[in-house]
């Protein structure tokens, strides 16, 4: 602003929209091959009839179906999952299929694996029990493929390559058709890592195990990559196939089970204390103790007399997972979610406890009713949380495993709470991307923990308006988007190629989703988008482009830029507000304006030299010769002339009514002068902070960028005068660097330095040490 007004004349010939453009005008291409605002058509596939330009299944989408019928134990002693599963197989594609993949992944714990093979890293000053024991361990584990037999048990031709193993059919599978095969197969469970495992607790000599990727599944085939049998390294996770499950599971007698399904015999594996307790939970409004903690622990001084068997049935799922201990307190309800009862459970040993028995059902509850409103209902009839280690979390069909522990004595922080809480809601959120919907977690990884992320910081903040969330709001991705770019990877890599797979996969999309929620598209269209996208694609399989495009489609707003920017680039948002100019409307009127000039002129301010020569001229030339004096000396040049009358009242004639009221306006005109620096466009968010202590926010879209991508000029016209003015007030858009965002500037605050007392550093003294521990030896001997 400089703080001084410019009076803009001739406005009643050029109108500001002019004035505008003429700011504007570029005097060199500003793209320089940039072309930020291109659309995609170059970069995604081209649509077809399996995949449409709309985003929405074509009318000849075609999924496979992989049906499970699963028979296994749990050795509690061995550490040990023997199993047989039968498979069946239908072909829905329009291809003959030869063979057929499945996935090994267990196979990602042997020595030889790709996974542990390609890992690299050196050995820092200090390293975890863990990290060496997964050098050094001698046991053997991944699959013991047993037999593969076809359904009248002849032998099938099989060949595994690593993670995954392929059947040689004696006949192509035709399309349209289905075929059953089984597997026997046994390994051994490795402890907690990778996404599965046990825990084992060394006081009560139990273990609690969370049994996941556990038997051999069917690879997918679909019409992006025919077979998607890319080697599981252990970042990128799961690509699935939907089928039905039956699953009847032995475990010792003693072990409380939960598990992806519905219970199929709870008569048979539960007391009938227990299944009274089951009939209340259906109606409590708070969980409800199947088991108590008293039992449990009761439990884990026992030994087991025997064993069970748990039998589950799972519809229309891609996967299933189970966990097992007799350790588990367990509390269940069924609640509402969109007019269906749905059972929200969780298991939890006593370690677990105070934190687990308070929040983890109530969490999974609200999740569910969450994630249902912003997406599609949630279909199952069951969600369980089950307590892990204490760390993060892993998700399943109708299962998830999840950290948080509180302290020994039942203590635990904040910190702790807000992350148990955030990481159930995270886990349980899976059930939707991608349970339901169901992406390619193998390929893209943040479009299941990307959306999720997202969902989650929605459910964090319905919880509660003082929840600290760590993803979603734009300005916990500073610190990653200021990181040096060639440590960065677009949110479009490969799974298995990310760096900063934290914030890469989980936090940037997450973020962008937020912007355009509240900041690009506004929330009624991204909430309608998004939930079409949830509807079109439930129980489906979507890829990047269908995600783009249904959210284009269904909105009726271009986000091509915005997912060039966001989701295939690396730069940074970097707006900076680098000047400010302050225009008002000359006025017209000879007398006002001839005052007002004479006026500023009597007010200007006398220099140095004025002031001293005023004493040190006693007379100047002129003053002492009046021959030297001529028209000039005595013209008054604020005079208003008739002339000058004349031609206004003629000027004012000639204006429309509301032409006259724009003149004698007193508007302001704002030119400001934003640039570009971080290279991402976004829209441009400005708040006016007016003199009378108001203020008001102007918004305009990133499309103000598409003729120059790098510094634009834009006057904003106000009735009142402003202050101050800043970019980004709100904090919407990830700018990377706050400080050239307010103008005028804001003054710098000073740094702070402590001031103390000067002491002498502390110096190791092993005598003294030595003495004291002799002193104390000596007086306890």
Same mark, same amino acid.
């Given at each position: ?111 030889? &694996? ?18 060496? $024991? ?13 037999? =593969? ?31 059953? #095969? ?6 051994? /469970? ?56 039956? %699953? ?7 072990? /409380? ?24 939970? $259906? ?24 064993? $069970? ?13 189970? &966990? ?74 109708? !299962? ?24 159930? !809601? ?27 992320? #997202? ?10 308006? @003082? *929840? ?20 960065? =990877? ?10 900063? #797979? ?23 269209? *991204? ?18 482009? +269908? ?25 940074? %948002? ?24 004479? $006026? ?21 030339? %002129? ?20 002339? +000058? ?25 704002? =030119? ?11 829209? %441009? !968010? ?5 003199? +009378? ?18 510094? !634009? ?14 970019? @980004? ?53």
């Amino acid at each position: 602003m400089r703080g001084s007004l410019k009076l803009i004349t001739g406005l009643l010939i050029a109108t500001c929209s002019q004035i505008a453009t003429a700011q504007q005008a570029p005097t060199t291409n500003p793209y320089n091959g940039n072309k930020r605002f291109e659309q995609l058509e170059t970069i995604l596939p081209t649509p077809n009839t399996y995949r449409t330009a709309s985003g929405s299944p074509g009318k000849e989408y075609w999924q496979q179906r992989a049906d499970y019928d699963i028979k296994a134990e749990l050795d509690d002693v061995e550490r040990k999952i023997t199993g047989t599963e039968t498979i069946t197989y239908f072909n829905n594609s329009p291809d003959e299929l030869p063979y057929l993949w499945l996935q090994l992944d267990q196979n990602l714990f042997q020595k030889d &694996a790709i996974g542990a093979n390609t890992r690299t890293g050196g050995i820092a000053g200090q390293a975890s029990f863990t990290q060496f $024991k997964d050098l050094t361990d001698p046991k053997k584990y991944g699959y013991n493929i047993l037999s =593969v037999k076809d359904a009248k048990g002849n032998p099938l031709k099989h060949t595994i390559n690593h993670t995954m193993m392929r059947i040689d059919l004696p006949v192509a599978l035709k399309s349209g058709a289905s075929v059953s #095969f089984s597997i026997d197969w046994n390994y051994l /469970i490795t402890e907690y890592y990778g996404r599965s495992g046990y825990e084992y607790f060394a006081k009560d000599g139990n273990a609690n195990y969370f049994i996941a990727h556990w038997f051999p599944r069917m690879a997918v085939y679909n019409d992006v990559y025919g077979w998607q049998h890319k080697q599981f390294l252990g970042q990128g996770e799961f690509t699935l196939t939907f089928g039905n499950y039956k %699953v009847a599971l032995t475990v010792p007698n003693d072990h /409380i089970v939960g598990a992806s399904g519905e219970l199929q015999n709870p008569t048979q594996v539960l007391s009938a204390e227990q299944l009274k307790r089951w009939e209340k939970a $259906k109606t409590a409004t708070r969980p409800v103790l199947i088991v108590s903690q008293e039992e449990a622990e009761k439990a884990e001084k026992g030994k087991p007399t025997g064993k $069970k068997t748990w039998i589950y049935k799972a519809d229309n799922v891609r996967d299933f997972a189970f &966990a097992s201990s007799r350790k588990f307190i367990w509390d269940a309800m069924q609640v509402d979610v969109e007019g269906k009862k749905v059972w929200a459970m969780s298991l939890y040993p006593k370690e677990g406890n105070p934190l687990w028995g308070q929040y983890s059902t109530m969490v999974v509850a609200h999740t569910l009713r969450s994630y249902s409103k912003h997406t599609v209902a949630y279909p199952y009839p069951v969600a369980y949380s089950c307590h892990s280690t204490s760390g993060g979390g892993m998700e399943y069909p109708m !299962i998830s495993f999840n950290g948080g522990r509180p302290e020994a004595d039942g203590t635990y922080s904040e910190q702790v709470k807000a992350g148990m809480i955030g990481v159930i !809601i995270h886990e349980v959120g899976h059930n939707f991307f991608p349970m339901i919907i169901n992406s390619d977690e193998r390929q893209w990884s943040w479009m299941d923990e990307g959306l999720n992320t #997202f969902c989650q910081y929605l459910a964090e903040q319905e919880w509660d308006r @003082d *929840f600290p969330s760590r993803r979603g709001e734009p300005q916990y991705i500073v610190p990653y988007m200021k990181t040096d770019p060639t440590q960065q =990877v677009p949110i479009m890599t490969n799974s298995e190629n990310i760096m900063a #797979f934290g914030p890469n996969a989980y936090a940037k999309p997450a973020t962008a989703l937020n912007i355009l929620r509240e900041t690009v598209m506004g929330r009624e269209l *991204f909430d309608h988008a998004f939930k079409e996208y949830a509807r079109r694609w439930a129980f489906k399989q979507p890829y990047p482009a +269908d995600f783009f495009r249904t959210m284009e489609d269904a909105s009726g707003v271009d986000l091509d830029w915005f997912w060039k920017g966001w989701f295939y680039g690396v730069e940074p %948002v970097n707006q900076s507000l680098e000047n400010v100019e302050w225009f008002g409307i000359d006025n017209i009127d000879p007398l006002a304006k001839n005052a007002a000039a004479k $006026k500023e002129a009597d007010a200007k301010r006398q220099t140095m030299s004025n002031i001293r020569n005023k004493t040190d001229i006693p007379k100047t030339v %002129v003053e002492e010769n009046p021959d030297m004096r001529d028209f000039y000396n005595t013209y008054d040049r604020f005079a208003t002339t008739e002339a +000058d009358k004349k031609k206004f009242e003629q000027t004012m004639a000639s204006l429309a009514e509301d032409e006259k009221k724009l003149v004698n306006s007193n508007k302001n005109f704002y =030119v400001l002068n934003v640039k570009n620096k971080g290279g991402l466009p976004m829209p %441009v !968010i400005v708040k006016a902070n007016y003199e +009378d202590g108001t203020e008001e926010v102007f918004r305009y879209p990133a499309e103000i960028w598409r003729l120059n991508d790098k510094e !634009i000029k834009k006057v904003i016209p106000t009735d009142k005068k402003v202050t101050k003015w800043t970019l @980004d007030p709100y904090m919407e858009i990830a700018d990377i660097e706050t400080e050239d965002n307010a103008f005028p500037r804001e003054p710098e605050q000073p740094n702070r330095f402590q001031v103390f007392k000067a002491q002498r550093p502390v110096q190791p003294n092993p005598m003294q040490q030595q003495q004291k521990a002799g002193a104390v030896q000596g007086a306890k001997n």
